[in-house]
């Protein structure tokens, strides 16, 4: 059974130490139970929660709690929650994923890496740590379909909850999202086209993931196919792999929120 959740103020969430849980994390700390785009369910089996959705506008992020086993009856559960929210995209544990029954989602694979260690040839570069959101929207999403008025909101509120952190190098831009258990994500890097091949992105990587390291804390990031070498050839480990669910035929944005 799948049920929503209208309070965490009693309840033990049991999160793992997962990148889904990380993005779960997240948005409790940002949203609550407040607001209507961010929902939170939990799957139930019997009477014990094993598992907790995250329906956050367009995106669904699914994950076992620590301990918990999925099951055929788990996984037929997820993917009829699935179709019944119908968002853009899902990203969950394999174990969920049903070998057949969404053909409305294609599954797109995803890398993970660790990041490289600290780099002596980077003494001396700093950070940029002031940069207008306008300039790191239009070079984290240039070319995408993506609204600048959403990204906008959640990103201040994130920011100013101390749960997201952007930094800059030269023009290159980096999110740090999702900091828990000791660890922390970067996405959203990327540098304008007319700046690309000087290894600006690069040695941005470099610089936060030193940076938060200081702080005790371990980056990491993803890749689909077209970037994995990209990253192998920065000196990134591969930490494994998933696949993400993406809706094959689009709605706009308004009929999705």
């Known amino acids: 059974m799948i ?3 209208d309070s965490f103020d009693n309840a033990k969430l049991l999160l793992r130490d997962s990148h889904y849980s990380r993005i779960i994390l997240s948005h409790i700390l940002t949203y609550g139970t407040e607001y209507d785009f961010c929902e939170f369910y939990e ?3 019997g009477d014990k929660r094993v598992g907790i959705f995250a329906s956050m506008n367009s995106s669904l992020t699914v994950d076992l709690l620590d301990d918990a086993h999925s099951s055929s009856g788990c996984i037929r559960e997820t993917a009829e929650f699935i179709r019944f929210k ?4 899902v990203e969950m544990p394999e ?7 969404l053909n409305e989602y294609r599954k797109e694979k995803r890398y993970f890496f660790s990041v490289p260690e600290t780099d002596e040839a980077l003494k001396g570069r700093e950070l940029l740590r002031e940069i207008p959101y306008e300039k790191v929207f239009e070079t984290a999403f240039a070319g995408q379909d993506a609204n600048y008025g959403l990204w906008l909101t959640d990103t201040v509120r994130r920011v100013n909850r101390g749960i997201v ?3 800059g190098y030269r023009s290159a831009v980096l999110t740090v999202k999702c900091q828990s258990y000791g660890r922390a994500y970067l996405a959203d890097i990327a ?3 007319v ?5 600006y992105a690069s040695t941005l990587i470099k610089l936060v993931s030193q940076e938060l390291k200081k702080e005790g804390i371990e980056s990491y990031l993803a890749s689909d196919e077209s970037m994995r070498d990209f990253y192998l050839h920065l000196g990134c480990a591969e930490l494994g792999e998933d696949y993400i669910l993406k809706l094959k035929e689009r709605k706009d944005d308004e009929e999705l929120i």
């Open 3 to 5: 049920r929503r959740i």
């Open 43 to 45: 799957l139930l089996k």
């Open 86 to 89: 119908y968002p853009l995209y």
């Open 95 to 101: 174990v969920l994923i049903p070998r057949r029954g």
């Open 165 to 167: 952190r952007i930094f």
């Open 191 to 193: 540098t304008p086209e």
């Open 195 to 199: 700046d690309r091949g000087n290894g």
